[in-house]
């Protein structure tokens, strides 16, 4: 069984900073794991997702300021958060899957199978 555990999150003044952890288990060969998130009432939204090779996308919100990384022996994907804004507070979401494929941009929900609990990010201003 496929489990996706975040930690990381918390509360933080505008301008600050937070690191995202995701740790997975359960599987041996995901494709392509990413951040995704949910403020109340809005939809959920791609963040940022990195292929196996380390090849990168992110929403252009959060370009030059928010930083996904990984480290395929632990089996754990890291989103570095800098220059927090306000509009950033919302649900985070980790996500992977395992099929092969190109994908660009923006993440989309439909590119991942499988889902973490949420860790809650909150920026006041």
């Known amino acids: 069984e496929v489990q996706l555990v975040e930690s990381g999150g918390g509360s933080v003044q505008a301008g600050g900073s937070l690191r995202l952890s995701c740790a997975a288990s359960g599987y041996t060969a995901r494709t392509y794991m990413g951040w995704f998130r949910q403020a109340p009432g809005k939809e959920r939204e791609g963040v940022a997702a990195?292929?196996?090779?380390?090849?990168?996308n992110y929403a252009d919100s959060v370009k030059g300021r928010f930083t996904i990384s990984q480290d395929n022996a632990r089996n754990t994907v890291y989103l570095q958060m800098n220059s927090l804004k306000p509009e950033d507070t919302g649900i985070y979401y980790c996500?992977?899957?395992?099929?092969?494929?190109?994908?660009?941009?923006?993440?989309?929900?439909?590119?991942?199978?499988?889902w973490g609990q949420g860790t809650q990010v909150t920026v006041s201003s």
């Open positions: 996500a992977a899957d395992f099929r092969a494929g190109l994908r660009t941009g923006k993440p989309r929900t439909s590119e991942f199978g499988y």
């Open positions: 990195i292929e196996r090779d380390g090849t990168t």
